[in-house]
């Protein structure tokens, strides 16, 4: 598969531009490898906004070996016992959504530069029609597309995502998580923007409401 493993933590989030250069520093230097350094942890990637429209501005995938690291004892140590720098770091976030999600399905050769991020919910009884759909038919069609990388869909642990840690306890920028969510990777904007397309045609039968879409370029992976 091109994820690095069965699960997968999404992060959507703003920074106040005050708490920019702190975010970015300890980011780089201390959280993601220290979150990376977790037991089952394979891989962790920040992008940025490539547009206006796309919000929040910045997205962090974390790919594990399976879903069952995400709620492991050594990845709750971590959230449970936060740093100093963590603790300052967190208090410029807003609008942050996090989901620990199971990977579905995931097709592509690899990572692609740039990256869209579909967030939706699906109509009443209908989960399970588009779980089919998206692995059988809608990601394989997407994957085969040109330049694109990767496709990938992911379905949430809402009781495991909305678990609240010593991290997240009485933080007010933290948001509920979305049920279901599409990654599209690929080597240019354009071919992501029509893989997105296509994405949401498929889901037009399915989705409750309007899809949430966020288009991003990488920033830092290790």
Not at 65 to 87: F, H, I, Q
Not at 148 to 176: M, N, V, W, Y
Request: proline share 7%; glycine share 10%; aromatic share 8%.
């Amino acid at each position: 598969m091109a994820l690095a493993g069965g699960g997968a933590i999404c992060i959507w989030n703003d920074i106040t531009p005050e708490g920019r250069d702190e975010f970015y520093a300890w980011h780089l230097h201390e959280h993601m490898p220290e979150r990376v350094g977790v037991p089952g942890f394979r891989r962790g990637r920040r992008y940025i906004a490539l547009d206006p429209a796309t919000a929040p501005e910045f997205f962090t995938l974390y790919e594990t070996a399976d879903p069952g690291v995400m709620t492991s004892e050594a990845y709750l140590a971590r959230l449970n016992a936060p740093t100093p720098w963590t603790k300052k770091a967190t208090q410029g976030f807003r609008n942050t959504s996090r989901a620990l999600t199971r990977v579905r399905a995931s097709l592509g050769p690899g990572a692609g530069g740039i990256l869209a991020t579909v967030r939706f919910a699906v109509q009443p009884g209908k989960e399970q029609a588009v779980a089919d759909a998206m692995a059988n038919t809608l990601l394989p069609a997407v994957a085969r597309m040109p330049q694109i990388s990767g496709a990938h869909f992911c379905a949430t642990d809402s009781a495991a995502s909305a678990e609240k840690t010593a991290e997240s306890r009485g933080r007010p920028d933290i948001l509920a998580a979305p049920d279901w969510v599409v990654l599209v990777e690929g080597c240019n904007e354009a071919p992501v923007r029509a893989a997105v397309a296509q994405v949401l045609a498929g889901l037009g039968a399915f989705s409750e409401g309007e899809p949430n879409v966020g288009l991003y370029r990488v920033e830092h992976q290790c």
